[in-house]
Nanobody, 126 residues
Framework: QVQLVESGGGLVQAGGSLRLSCASS????????IGWFRQAPGKGREFVAV????????YYGDPAKGRFSISRGHAKNSAFLEMNMVTPEDTAVYYC???????????????????WGQGTQVTVSS
């Protein structure tokens, strides 16, 4: 069982930056790829980015390309999503998730992930 906790959400002006964190106390966290998804009101869950267990590989969805950066913490028990040049379209609840064993890289579908955090709200004002 992997428990994930997101933090770092909040209100930011368009064009600004925000850093989201995903933390886990589980010792097996290192073996999981960690993905970020988001869900805006009235919309489905959208893939943002994923980073491999070791942190050496990353893959981005269209909303994130060129603006967001995903990484793992030095101790590998955390993951981050650095969001730059945000727009009001980035307003959503952001979730981190740990991949389902057996899912193949890159994991971009929510079904590829077995464990989810509760989410953190990001609101971008125009």
């Amino acid at each position: 069982q992997v428990q994930l906790v997101e933090s770092g959400g909040g209100l930011v002006q368009a064009g600004g930056s925000l850093r989201l964190s995903c933390a886990s106390s589980g010792s097996t966290f290192l073996t999981y790829a960690i993905g970020w998804f988001r869900q805006a009101p009235g919309k489905g869950r959208e893939f943002v980015a994923v980073v491999s267990g070791g942190g050496g590989r990353t893959y981005y969805g269209d909303p994130a390309k060129g603006r967001f950066s995903i990484s793992r913490g030095h101790a590998k028990n955390s993951a981050f999503l650095e969001m730059n040049m945000v727009t009001p379209e980035d307003t959503a609840v952001y979730y981190c998730a740990a991949h389902r064993l057996g899912a193949t890289w890159p994991m971009t579908n929510s079904a590829d992930f077995a464990y989810w955090g509760q989410g953190t709200q990001v609101t971008v004002s125009s």
